[in-house]
């Protein structure tokens, strides 16, 4: 069953304008972490926010916010003043533990962001 | 410096040939990944090691092998097995579950292809 649904393939924004990058995701375990990656066309995968199940705030890192609302399972990446250098591929996570008692993370199909100028 | 490092970054597999890709970290990490992403695609877990001589299968574990004999090792062998082996493969490391949900660090992963 997919864990990790991001419904759009592909984004276009205009340079110095927000985007919202979606993400649902499926889980019965009520302790979890949520994590975006960005992956430029070089393929190093770079962590870029985090948010746990319990928090009560959304997190945020810089440009990055993360809009959390678990009732409805969506863990939305919102990047504000978008920057040539944001073109690339963003993947949303989900680590929870496996039945080994260690973590497995789940990641999205991902969705490629286009910044134009 | 601390990080991933995954050697070759290029690599070229011939017909019926086992292969394997290395993946070393110095963060003492307990926990390593190596995971499979092809075009356009998501990544998918091949298998992962929460200790040292202990080893899990992911969802795509046929064709693959690994080892963990050391913390700061987990090589995985791509064996003649897996028909469709041309892919992009990622190492990952994190930390144990004492630590929490934190994120995991990536190498810079390893572009195989068949001859």
């Known amino acids: 069953a997919q864990k990790i649904t991001q419904t759009q393939p592909g984004m276009f924004v205009q340079e110095k304008e927000a985007v919202t990058l979606d993400c649902t995701y499926d889980?019965?375990?009520?302790?979890?972490?949520l994590f975006w990656y960005k992956q430029p066309s070089s393929g190093e995968m770079i962590f870029l926010i985090y948010?746990?199940?319990?928090?009560?705030q959304n997190a945020t890192e810089g440009r990055y916010s993360l809009n959390f609302q678990k009732a409805r399972k969506s863990a939305n990446l919102v990047i504000s003043a978008s920057q040539l250098g944001d073109s690339a591929m963003y993947f949303c996570?989900?680590?929870?533990?496996?039945?080994?008692?260690?973590?497995?993370?789940?990641f999205g199909a991902g969705t490629r962001l286009f910044v134009k100028a | 410096d601390g990080g991933i490092t995954q050697s070759p970054k290029y690599l070229f597999r011939k017909e019926g040939q086992n292969v394997t890709l290395s993946c070393e970290q110095n963060?003492?990490?307990?926990?390593m990944y190596w995971y499979r992403q092809d075009p356009g695609q998501g990544l998918r877990l091949i298998y992962y090691?929460?200790?040292?001589?202990?080893?899990q299968k992911g969802d795509i574990a046929e064709g693959y092998s690994v080892s963990r004999e050391k913390k700061e090792s987990f090589p995985l062998t791509v064996t003649s097995a897996q028909k469709n082996p041309t892919a992009f493969y990622l190492c990952?490391?994190?930390?144990?579950?004492?630590?929490?949900?934190?994120?995991?660090?990536f190498g810079d992963g390893t572009r195989l292809s068949i001859l």
């Open positions: 948010q746990g199940s319990y928090d009560q």
């Open positions: 090691s929460q200790i040292v001589n202990d080893f």
């Open positions: 963060l003492n990490h307990d926990a």
């Open positions: 996570a989900m680590r929870e533990l496996s039945y080994t008692g260690g973590f497995k993370t789940i």
């Open positions: 889980t019965s375990d009520p302790s979890y972490g």
């Open positions: 990952a490391t994190g930390h144990g579950r004492d630590r929490g949900f934190q994120p995991q660090h």
